[in-house]
């Protein structure tokens, strides 16, 4: 009988938000596959939990992956631990959930904190519809990308980011977004010096021209504006006639401003036709 590959989720900064669940499980797996053995084992010793500890990161995923269900395999349960917050979120948890379903092993979440989550509902931006995006690329032309591919998305953005790329990451999404984006940086989520900060994009460039970023980035960032509705709001206030006169203004015939209008307002042209001439 296969074992269990538990996904705990640890805390990004403060002790005090494990959960009494994820203890449990981490006394009694058979093995802790952990990020970065260093800092799983301090959260070890402080609950003075003591368990087998392995290392499983990007860069031998791979090896031991196979290791690690080969033990699943043979009845061992596993936990999972990322460095900080919920693993298989951007790191390589996600590679070894993919082998357990392709081996007939099981996975349970033991949830917790996320940064990204908690970035969010502190933003004071939407949070009915966002988009998870994870770590800008190093690589400048592969980082404009991604903004571009992302630059008329209506969806609240969430990016991952480190202090020695913030400043170039910020002009490029001001290069991208513009300057006047709303935008939320959060650093020192759940710790004594928690930092949100909202404004615009504008601002977080001059801001961080003259302050050096400090501890790691959670960026949130406004969708895009929905430009249909705001086309459609901005001729609710406008009569029809001046509509109209807008384009004969700019040189359209009178036909073509009736049917530029009809257009805009989404109603039949003989409708705008009527409302025009009617004295």
């Not at 939990?49 to 596993?78: C, D, F, M, Q």
Request: hydrophobic share 35%; proline share 3%.
């Amino acid at each position: 009988m296969n074992g269990k590959l538990y996904l705990c989720a640890t805390p990004i900064g403060n002790l005090g938000d494990v959960s009494a669940r994820c203890l449990e499980v981490l006394s009694g797996a058979d093995l802790i596959a952990a990020e970065d053995t260093r800092r799983t084992i301090q959260l070890l010793n402080h609950f003075e939990i003591s368990r087998p500890l392995t290392s499983y990161h990007e860069h031998n995923k791979h090896e031991k992956g196979a290791y690690i269900i080969s033990l699943l395999k043979s009845g061992k349960n596993v936990a999972l631990v990322s460095d900080a917050g919920t693993p298989a979120i951007s790191d390589p948890g996600e590679d070894l959930v993919r082998l357990c379903a392709e081996n007939e092993v099981e996975v349970t979440s033991v949830p917790g904190p996320v940064a990204g989550v908690n970035a969010l509902i502190l933003s004071g931006l939407s949070t009915r519809r966002f988009a998870f995006e994870g770590f800008l690329s190093v690589n400048k032309r592969h980082r404009k990308e991604h903004l571009e591919s992302v630059k008329d998305d209506k969806h609240t953005l969430i990016f991952y980011e480190a202090p020695h790329k913030l400043k170039n990451t910020l002009g490029d999404m001001k290069n991208t977004f513009g300057g006047d984006r709303k935008i939320a940086l959060a650093r020192e989520l759940t710790k004594i010096h928690e930092e949100v900060m909202r404004c615009t994009i504008d601002e977080a460039v001059r801001f961080y021209e003259e302050n050096n970023p400090r501890g790691e980035y959670v960026i949130v960032i406004e969708g895009a504006a929905d430009t249909e509705h705001s086309e459609e709001n901005v001729w609710e206030n406008v009569s029809v006639r001046e509509h109209v006169d807008k384009y004969i203004a700019e040189g359209m015939t009178s036909k073509e401003a009736v049917k530029k209008a009809a257009l805009d307002r989404g109603a039949p042209k003989r409708e705008i036709y009527n409302e025009y001439h009617k004295e």
